[in-house]
């Protein structure tokens, strides 16, 4: 990732990095198990490196250096080679990311229906570059490659829904939506 | 006669086929006919038929079979991959098959994995296809409910089960070495050949890797045979494929048409031509590395051969169709960029001479290029050409590029002399962040 996070913007999320989501060091009991269901699948241990990462980040947000050590260890194989794993793959997070991650497809369909109109506006609007998160760690902004869906371009992937026939106005709607849901859900 | 043998279960778009309705079209009839055929003759149908790879490259899949060793002196263990991890760009073929019909899919790899003796099957698919690796888990739940799949298979001893691996979002995992490496837990990069994966893949044992489309072919090429195969095609090659059209024109789409079809009937009859005011400039025939092709050669039929001898490649057969109020360096930028980051770094062409050909490509859009530029981007995506690397993310790179500079020669020379872009502003690209 070419893109950098601002220092405050880290410090508010390692900050936050410090609740229930953080078990620093060692994995908990759950996130032992739901590796270890992985085990069968494949050959030997280290071989469930990447379902593992995936695993713990759905736990933990993210993948801390910690985390990344207590993985290894649990798995038996070295930090560095988990490392080399976990750096390849731009679902795997090694900084803080927010509640929202916004998969931007900047492909050659999406590039030609306006993708570049569409990061300028939500760049504006979220006040973020792409590899930042905005300072309520609501939202996370990421470029990525083609999401495969070139029919209904311009399109992005957030969580695990995909947002297709993109305009600033649907940008804007979206940013209202999960603003409300996210302060709906604090209030509770 | 059955026309549609890849979308025949596909109605609604968004609604998956169960295994209640998959049965009921006749699924899985297939299967329980090679259930009772010699695997070398189920290699040997689908070599007959000339079932070649959907995933781009197009090698014979019955010949690619009969790599894997055989005989009593064969390593016991083999196993079978699915390629799902569709990420060329410009391409949602694959997308549209798992998602809207999973159990073609499963019976295709079903029957794959009883030709070269593989009791265990991984979907490698991409992290973002939510959707499609859910319904491929649900689906593989129903089919070993019903005993099509697992330990006791009906009618059979032949034990059969099936993984869905789920990836992470990284293109060079759909390079078939890179991506058992992925498999293995290892950092996804491709690996030197020979050993070929037939003889030695994953964990060093025979395997198999298949583009999700190409498996879904062999079902019914089972059920109904070579010379039915055969006769769907409209060209050279046989059978159907799903074609697909994305950029400004009207109705972009995919579309199951037989293989062969011309692409100015796929352009302007199944995508209902350019939107109003647009004339088309060119097009990427299929996927992101692929030669762009111009107006002229809309003639063609999509078949291997054909739009291999016109320069450049079917590849995944989802067209990208460029206008001309759409500037074409800035797609060759926008391809390079993602080329320069998906490159795994292994091979110092790819590594190094993506991030400078990016440079070039970003200085002669922006209008401060200098004439001899050109030429020196013509010479850095040579370098990347076939040969000079493991795999072929460079020389795919290359591809747009060279073509580029070919065909649309005028804009590459306007940009530098006007030092500017002369098209639409509100698509300038956005610098990298540092």
Redesign the interface.
């Known amino acids: 990732m070419s893109s950098t996070i601002a220092a405050d913007t880290i410090e508010v999320m390692e900050q936050q990095d410090t609740g229930p989501r953080s078990a620093g060091r060692s994995l908990n009991a759950e996130e032992k198990r739901d590796i270890d269901r992985e085990f069968s699948h494949y050959e030997d241990r280290g071989s469930v490196a990447l379902e593992a990462l995936r695993v713990v980040q759905k736990h933990r947000g993210w993948i801390s250096d910690d985390t990344l050590y207590a993985i290894a260890d649990y798995l038996g194989v070295s930090p560095t080679q988990l490392e080399s794993i976990a750096t390849c793959y731009q679902l795997i997070f090694r900084q803080p990311v927010g509640e929202e991650v916004i998969l931007l497809c900047k492909s050659s369909s999406c590039w030609i229906m306006g993708c570049e109109k569409l990061q300028r506006h939500l760049e504006q609007q979220l006040g973020i570059r792409p590899g930042q998160t905005t300072p309520d760690g609501l939202f996370t902004l990421l470029e990525t490659p083609c999401l495969g869906d070139c029919d209904k371009a311009p399109v992005m992937l957030v969580g695990e829904e995909m947002h297709r026939h993109l305009s600033a106005d649907k940008l804007d709607e979206f940013i209202q939506e999960k603003k409300k849901h996210h302060a709906d859900q604090s209030a509770d | 006669m059955l026309t549609n043998p890849l979308t025949k279960n596909i109605g609604e778009p968004g609604i998956v086929t169960t295994l209640e309705h998959y049965l009921e079209n006749g699924g899985y009839r297939g299967w329980r006919k090679a259930l009772h055929m010699a695997p070398d003759e189920i290699i040997q149908t689908v070599q007959d038929a000339g079932v070649r790879g959907r995933g781009g490259a197009g090698f014979n899949t019955g010949l690619k079979w009969s790599f894997v060793p055989r005989g009593k002196d064969a390593p016991p263990t083999r196993y079978l991959v699915c390629n799902a991890d569709?990420?060329?760009?410009?391409?949602?073929k694959?997308?549209l098959l798992m998602e809207h019909d999973p159990h073609l899919l499963l019976e295709g790899m079903a029957i794959a994995a009883f030709a070269i003796g593989a009791r265990r099957a991984y979907i490698f698919i991409?992290?973002?296809?939510?959707?499609a690796a859910a319904r491929l888990e649900t689906a593989i739940e129903e089919a070993r409910g019903e005993n099509l799949i697992g330990t006791h298979i009906t009618g059979s001893d032949f034990q059969l089960d099936f993984?869905v691996?789920?990836?992470?979002?990284?293109?060079i995992c759909g390079e078939e070495t890179a991506l058992i490496n992925?498999?293995?837990?290892?950092?996804?990069i491709p690996r030197a050949k020979p050993p070929f994966p037939q003889v030695s893949g994953l964990?060093g044992k025979p395997t198999v890797v298949n583009n999700v489309e190409t498996l879904c072919n062999i079902p019914h090429l089972i059920e109904l045979g070579v010379d039915w195969y055969k006769k769907l095609g409209r060209g050279e090659d046989g059978g159907t494929k799903i074609f697909?059209?994305?950029?400004?024109v009207k109705n972009?789409?995919?579309w199951e048409l037989p293989m062969g079809t011309p692409i100015r009937e796929i352009l302007e009859q199944h995508a209902g031509g350019m939107q109003d005011g647009l004339k088309l400039r060119a097009y990427?025939p299929g996927g992101?590395s692929t030669d762009f092709l111009g107006p002229d050669q809309l003639d063609l039929p999509m078949d291997y051969d054909a739009v291999g001898k016109a320069g450049s490649r079917m590849g995944t057969g989802?067209i990208?169709?460029?206008?001309d109020h759409?500037c074409p360096v800035?797609?060759v930028l926008?391809?390079t960029?993602?080329f320069a980051?998906?490159s795994?770094g292994w091979c110092t062409p790819c590594r190094d001479g993506l991030p400078w050909a990016v440079k070039l490509l970003m200085r002669i859009e922006c209008g401060e290029a200098q004439p001899e530029d050109l030429e020196l981007l013509r010479e850095q995506a040579r370098r990347m050409g076939p040969g000079n690397t493991f795999c072929a993310l460079a020389p795919g790179a290359a591809a747009p590029i060279l073509s580029a500079l070919k065909l649309f020669e005028q804009d590459f020379n306007d940009h530098i002399t006007r030092g500017c872009c002369p098209y639409d502003q509100?698509?300038?690209?956005?610098p990298?962040?540092?």
Do not use: K
């Open positions: 569709e990420m060329e760009p410009g391409t949602f694959d997308r991409r992290g973002e296809y939510h959707l993984h691996h789920r990836s992470a979002g990284n293109y992925a498999l293995e837990g290892q950092r996804a964990w697909g059209a994305s950029g400004r972009p789409g995919a990427l992101g989802t990208t169709v460029l206008d759409t800035g797609l926008n391809l960029r993602f980051r998906e795994c509100e698509r300038q690209h956005i990298l962040a540092v």
